[in-house]
């Protein structure tokens, strides 16, 4: 059986498994524009979208009845688990009093205290998502420091920002092709180097107009790529050598422990942004900065002595901050990431790891499993990348990575539907693991028997 023939095996299973969702399929695409109310809920490798019902914990269960362990959780939102009842009760109990005010709760203060206790850095301010938390700070880096040009790592992802949409081709940084319906020419203020290189990396600060650098601790998102030992202690002298500030994207390394990568290894970036997780799955973000920063942010005029207090600086949402958010972090902070879930999610995480490196090893499959705190990936390569340009030719296999998508989801594992990326929630199971990891498995043997052929 080529791959080929089992994608066409797998599309009917799933189309036999969910009439419901298929029916579906033709009302959602009267109205909404891709067939969903966004287009990214179409990425999955099913041939119809999966119609969800409801989630508990760690389980999700489609319109049809179909229960799967959900290591996707969202795509990191639902990282502590589906319907956490904490979350509901905050904002439920806010909602009675109002959603949102222009104005700050009391909350407010509390979720401050604990945001600066948890992460390290003394100020803070929130936003709707981490793509406009990355667009603060990228914004106040400029100002603050007077330079035009950031620094981005090839292949990385930092929400819809647009000046992230770079990447490295033929050894220069070039427009990424995904940034659509933009005219300006991004490359005049934004330069992409390779993630580990840190000789790239200080002949870009040489040049003197680098206002930041905006990294992910580790690279999350054209699959999962770690530091090099001594990565971040170079990052972090080059930066301040060049008088550029530092930004750390958390939205998905939050999973790494209570502080994030951030805190579990001991960095010191100017600037933090974290999303997704960090108000239980309700839309909400924030970013902070250090003291240093915060005064330069605080003093700076613009040459408008009402500076950034006036709602033109062009920074921020009206809904930014409102009251309902603010309680889901609290609730988040105080309830769901505590060091307790962390602790569960991280041996889940090992054991998920060893299984499967076990599958690959007695398979002998030229794979790979990279590992960051909770989130774990298979990489379709021996060896793990150490850069973008070395992960692509993984992630090109695109009939493989179709394959194992659809194969897990008709055996009820939902994973994160752009790579082959798992992320282990609080709620996750010794069970489910071992559902995945078998899952995993027998697609390993009958993609070798295919091979074999």
Excluded at 166 to 189: A, K, N, S, Y
Excluded at 261 to 276: C, E, F, H, S, Y
Aim: charged share 15%; with cysteine; glycine share 10%.
């Amino acid at each position: 059986m080529t791959l080929a023939n089992l994608i066409a095996r797998e599309t009917q299973t799933f189309l036999d498994a969910h009439p419901g969702s298929a029916a579906r399929a033709g009302a959602l695409k009267a109205h909404w524009l891709f067939g969903a109310p966004f287009h990214w809920m179409n990425d999955w490798a099913a041939p119809a979208a999966i119609v969800a019902g409801d989630g508990d914990g760690a389980v999700l269960t489609d319109i049809d009845g179909n229960a799967y362990d959900d290591f996707c959780l969202g795509d990191t939102p639902g990282m502590f688990g589906h319907a956490r009842p904490e979350i509901a009760r905050a904002v439920a109990a806010q909602a009675q009093r109002g959603t949102t005010f222009m104005l700050p709760t009391e909350e407010a203060a509390g979720v401050g205290a604990l945001l600066a206790e948890r992460f390290g850095l003394p100020l803070w301010q929130t936003a709707l998502s981490a793509s406009d938390a990355n667009r603060a700070a990228i914004r106040w880096a400029r100002a603050v420091t007077g330079k035009p040009v950031i620094v981005v790592f090839d292949g990385c992802y930092h929400g819809m920002v647009e000046d992230c949409f770079v990447e490295i081709r033929h050894g220069r940084t070039r427009p990424d092709p995904g940034l659509i319906g933009q005219v300006f020419d991004m490359t005049r203020t934004t330069r992409a180097v390779p993630f580990n290189d840190l000789g790239a990396l200080e002949a870009v600060l040489a040049q003197g107009d680098v206002a930041a650098v905006l990294a992910e601790p580790a690279m999350t998102n054209c699959g999962m790529i770690l530091p090099e030992e001594n990565f971040h202690k170079r990052l972090r002298a080059l930066t301040g050598k060049a008088g550029a500030l530092l930004i750390l994207d958390e939205t998905h390394t939050l999973s790494t422990g209570p502080g994030g990568a951030t805190g579990a290894w001991r960095l010191a970036p100017d600037a933090l942004v974290i999303g997704k997780a960090i108000a239980g799955g309700f839309p909400a973000a924030v970013w902070g900065v250090s003291a240093e920063l915060g005064g330069k942010i605080q003093s700076w005029t613009g040459g408008d002595a009402g500076g950034p207090r006036t709602g033109r600086s062009g920074i921020g949402t009206t809904l930014a901050g409102n009251a309902m958010g603010i309680a889901a972090i609290g609730a988040t902070l105080r309830e769901l990431a505590t060091p307790e879930a962390y602790a569960a999610m991280l041996a889940g995480a090992d054991m998920l790891v060893a299984e499967l490196r076990s599958v690959i090893a007695r398979r002998g499959l030229p794979w790979c499993v990279v590992h960051v705190g909770a989130r774990a990936e298979i990489v379709f390569a021996p060896e793990p990348p150490r850069n973008a340009a070395e992960m692509r030719p993984a992630l090109a296999q695109a009939e493989l990575n179709q394959a194992l998508h659809l194969y897990l989801i008709n055996r009820g594992v939902l994973i994160a539907p752009f790579h082959m990326m798992m992320l282990v929630s609080p709620a996750t199971t010794a069970q489910q693991i071992d559902r995945l990891v078998a899952a995993v498995d027998s697609f390993a043997a009958e993609y070798l028997q295919e091979s074999a052929a």
